[in-house]
């Protein structure tokens, strides 16, 4: 079975700083990984997924197999970053992922 | 395009009871996932409809069902329902057809008590 994990619940930057969020996962075959981020109030959204290698609002992960890391940064936090971010899973059999315990980002100004 | 809605947004139910929650997925999406969320489990898969067929299942009771219908909307609905139960209730929407991303609905909070 899949498992992901997100060993911070909670960091605490200042503006300006560099972020680092971590993601490691568990699985045997070859999952797709994504970033999903809730601001205050906002619905659950795609932030960004490693097949597409994309920067989204500055923020890159990469996918490292052999550490089975899929961690999220960003060289220089903004305040309106400060939300909860959840790494995901998916192991391609359909609509179906598997998400850490979520990371509480928060920026201060 | 609408997005994801769910309905009702609210509900409080007493112990015992069952309820049935609501998910229309965005307009030409056919795959629906449901997915509980509380502070101590975090978000966890409930299962997966495609096409009207269950395509994947969680590892929750079978107190827990759903379906999916022909226009794509889904329904959930929990029997029996217990204090364990009271949850954020997620449902997200996806075409179905090769990897895209899924697009999460506002959520259904529901309280048990």
């Known amino acids: 079975a899949q498992r992901v994990t997100q060993p911070e619940k909670l960091l605490s930057v200042f503006k300006g700083a560099p972020v680092e969020l971590k993601c490691n996962y568990s699985?045997?075959?070859?999952?797709?990984l994504f970033w999903y981020v809730q601001y205050s109030r906002q619905r659950l959204q795609l932030l960004l997924r490693?097949?597409s290698r994309e920067s989204i609002k500055g923020f890159t992960a990469d996918l490292n197999k052999g550490e089975t890391s899929f961690h999220l940064k960003k060289p220089f936090a903004q305040e309106e970053d400060s939300a909860m971010y959840y790494c995901a899973l998916e192991p391609g059999a359909g609509n179906m992922l598997t998400f850490g315990g979520g990371t509480r980002l928060m920026v201060k100004p | 395009k609408a997005g994801v809605t769910q309905t009702p947004r609210y509900l409080i139910k007493t112990r015992g009871q069952q309820v049935t929650l609501s998910c229309s997925p965005i307009s030409g999406h056919r795959s629906v996932s449901w997915y509980q969320q509380t502070p101590g489990q975090g978000l966890q898969f409930l299962f997966e409809y495609f096409s009207e067929t269950q395509r994947n299942k969680g590892n929750f009771p079978g107190r827990f069902s759903g379906r999916q219908f022909s226009n794509s909307r889904s329904e959930m609905n929990v029997s029996t329902l217990e204090l364990g139960d009271s949850a954020l209730y997620l449902c997200a929407s996806l075409p179905g057809q090769g990897k895209t991303e899924a697009f999460f609905g506002q959520g259904t909070r529901l309280t048990v008590v």
């Open positions: 699985y045997s075959g070859s999952p797709e």
């Open positions: 490693h097949i």
